[in-house]
């Protein structure tokens, strides 16, 4: 009892540590641009630092990855292997060849295959432990990353003159269930109630709350705070959407200009979405790159048909059976062994 009433403590710290630093950005931001009038830096020069840290950062990141060395075959694999021609084979869930990787590592990035077969563990009274469906987090996570996706397609219309088609389409579809003006997009719902459904669930579940740290809150904050903070510009406390998009075209032409009378509201909500890509190289979120360079997702399972040889093995001088026998022949015979060679 005295180690959850610790982990209840330790809960509470990491939780108000990382809302702490969420309303210190929002404030810095407001005294920066509504106070200072430092317009100029939250517009354009905290943005292009942002974006080069990102850069920098997977970039640095990856090559840390690709230099790590896999020395064994290690895919990891939920179904037969391809063996025998009558033993039927997964070729999605054991590949074994690059097509089947490949239709692998969509059900993983898309769908999140691998925690669809999440499950978790109770102890319940007897004691006996006892195993569960976890669907929930699994709903939860692609709801989640889903939503972000759509979002981040739709704020193309910001970047881009003349609108792409493909973002038209995509808007016209997140907010088909059109109540009221403006239009209500779904991935505004759907991406808070996700954000709420993942805190509440760290929050609420003592295993998941006692290992829980204040780098897992900080990021559901921060991205729940760029929603709420878009919500509120779009349906609230609207900005003008022709400066918006003239301080976003200038930024991504490198000719940056910062008109005047945008609201404070969006620079708010612009200083969040810097410091998320700027703390995104660095933390638990670059799991999306990641996937990619995952040995146990990426290789094909055909150890039964290719001969894997760890190219960092060190040659070594080896007594073959052929040496052995030329050197205790005479033994051998004496003894009665046979022998291949007399």
């Known amino acids: 009892m005295e180690h959850w009433s610790l982990a209840k403590k330790g809960t509470l710290i990491n939780v108000l540590f990382s809302l702490s630093a969420v309303f210190i950005l929002i404030a810095g931001a407001i005294v920066g641009v509504d106070l200072i009038k430092f317009n100029f830096l939250f517009g354009v020069i905290i943005p292009y630092t942002a974006i080069t840290i990102f850069i920098l950062g997977i970039i640095l ?46 059900l993983e990035i898309l769908f999140f295959r691998s925690l669809f077969r999440n499950t978790k563990s109770e102890l319940k009274n007897g004691p006996r432990l006892v195993y569960g469906s976890n669907k929930y987090l699994w709903l939860g996570a692609l709801v989640f990353h889903w939503s972000i996706l759509v979002i981040f397609l739709r704020h193309f219309r910001f970047f881009m003159q003349p609108i792409p088609s493909f973002v038209l389409a995509l808007q016209n579809l997140d907010g088909f269930f059109q109540i009221g003006l403006p239009v209500l997009y779904i991935s505004d719902v759907l991406i808070t109630l996700a954000l709420l459904y993942l805190i ?18 900080f990021p559901l904050f921060l991205i729940l705070s760029i929603a709420v903070t878009g919500i509120l510009m779009r349906y609230f406390d609207r900005v003008d959407i022709v400066k918006v998009k003239e301080l976003a075209i200038g930024i991504f032409s490198f000719h940056p200009t910062v008109p005047d009378g945008i609201g404070v509201l969006f620079y708010i909500h612009l200083f969040l979405v810097c410091t998320l890509i700027t703390y995104f190289p660095f933390s638990k979120l670059l799991h999306m790159p990641g996937i990619f360079l995952t040995p146990t997702r990426n290789l094909a399972n055909n150890s039964r048909m290719v001969r894997h040889i760890n190219p960092w093995n060190r040659p070594v001088r080896v007594h073959t059976y052929e040496e052995y026998e030329d050197e205790f022949r005479d033994k051998m015979k004496a003894s009665g062994l046979p022998v291949e060679k007399e």
């Open 200 to 217: 509440f669930r760290r929050v609420a579940d003592l295993k998941i709350r006692y290992i829980s740290l204040a780098s897992d809150y």
């Open 61 to 106: 990141q990856v090559i840390k990855w690709a230099k790590s060395p896999v020395p064994f075959h290690i895919p990891t694999v939920a179904g037969q292997q391809k063996s025998l021609p009558w033993i039927k084979s997964s070729k999605l869930e054991s590949p074994s060849s690059t097509l089947g990787v490949i239709g692998r590592m969509l």
